[in-house]
């Protein structure tokens, strides 16, 4: 898993690059924040309305540390001919704390996967968005697969018994969707997870959540995160609720 920095309070920096068989085009998408001189972004919390709040919370669920990029199936390579290799990727992140996650998160429960749906974007019906006409997708647009938990316990945010969520990362005909140290989960794994509020079309949206990361949960019922040591359930609950 990587390791950036990126303040509590901060918003990491979007980097979309499209890589073509053609030529290699690369994008910045850059939120509105003021980059700080570590290399990440800072911006000031505002109480005033849950808007702000999500907005902040939204940019930073940007912060996936990630995943092996996803190719396309010998099949789609045919299919796709000269745009066969076709690909989206990000790499950005904040350093993945109990605090800093929390921070970040709308939503924060120990959860085991039922099940892992095919790949879509995230458009309303999860078709294919207007390409540009340089033949990219648009700053927003994304591929994800919809991953389905069953919840034994939340420590941040309303309480529910099983949610879906969005699994950044796939890859739907011509085009694959990869994050450098994204979560991996698997179906009957049992994590520590992390979702906050998405983007598409219509910008910010908290109608289904993006899974931020997911710690695996041992047969112990022990959880080994990434910075701050092992911790139990209880304890790793108690981290949740204590955090700013």
């Known amino acids: 898993m990587g390791r950036r920095s990126v303040s509590v309070r901060g918003a990491a920096s979007l980097v979309v690059t499209i890589v073509l068989i053609a030529a290699v085009l690369a994008v910045r998408v850059q939120?509105?924040?003021?980059?700080?001189?570590?290399?990440?972004?800072?911006?000031?919390?505002?109480?005033?309305?849950?808007?702000?709040?999500?907005t902040q919370s939204a940019t930073a669920a940007q912060s996936v540390?990630?995943?092996?990029?996803?190719?396309?199936?010998?099949?789609?390579?045919?299919?796709?001919?000269?745009?066969?290799?076709?690909?989206?990727?990000?790499e950005d992140g904040v350093n993945p704390?109990?605090?800093?996650?929390?921070h970040a998160s709308q939503m924060v429960a120990i959860g085991t996967v039922i099940s892992i749906g095919p790949a879509?974007?995230?458009?309303?019906?999860?078709?294919?968005?207007?390409?540009?006409?340089?033949?990219?997708p648009p700053g927003w647009a994304e591929i994800y697969r919809p991953v389905t938990f069953s919840i034994q316990r939340t420590a941040k945010g309303v309480?529910?018994?099983?949610?879906?969520?969005?699994?950044?990362g796939g890859t739907?005909?011509?085009?694959?969707?990869?994050?450098y140290g994204a979560p991996a989960p698997a179906v009957n794994g049992s994590y520590a997870i992390f979702l906050g509020v998405s983007t598409?079309?219509?910008?910010?949206?908290?109608?289904q959540l993006t899974l931020f990361d997911a710690w695996p949960v041992a047969a112990d019922g022990t959880?080994?995160?990434?910075?701050?040591?092992?911790?139990?359930?209880?304890?790793?609950?108690?981290?949740?609720?204590?955090?700013?």
């Open 159 to 168: 309480a529910v018994t099983t949610m879906t969520a969005r699994l950044l």
């Open 120 to 136: 879509r974007w995230n458009t309303a019906d999860g078709s294919a968005p207007a390409f540009t006409a340089q033949g990219n």
């Open 65 to 90: 540390v990630t995943s092996p990029a996803i190719t396309p199936t010998a099949e789609a390579v045919e299919a796709c001919g000269s745009s066969a290799r076709s690909e989206l990727s990000i």
């Open 172 to 179: 739907v005909n011509c085009y694959t969707y990869s994050l």
């Open 200 to 207: 598409d079309s219509t910008g910010f949206t908290t109608t």
């Open 31 to 54: 939120t509105g924040n003021t980059p700080s001189p570590a290399g990440g972004a800072s911006s000031s919390t505002s109480a005033a309305t849950q808007s702000a709040t999500a």
């Open 97 to 102: 704390t109990v605090a800093n996650w929390t």
């Open 223 to 244: 959880i080994t995160t990434p910075l701050d040591g092992t911790l139990s359930v209880a304890a790793f609950v108690t981290a949740v609720q204590a955090a700013p």
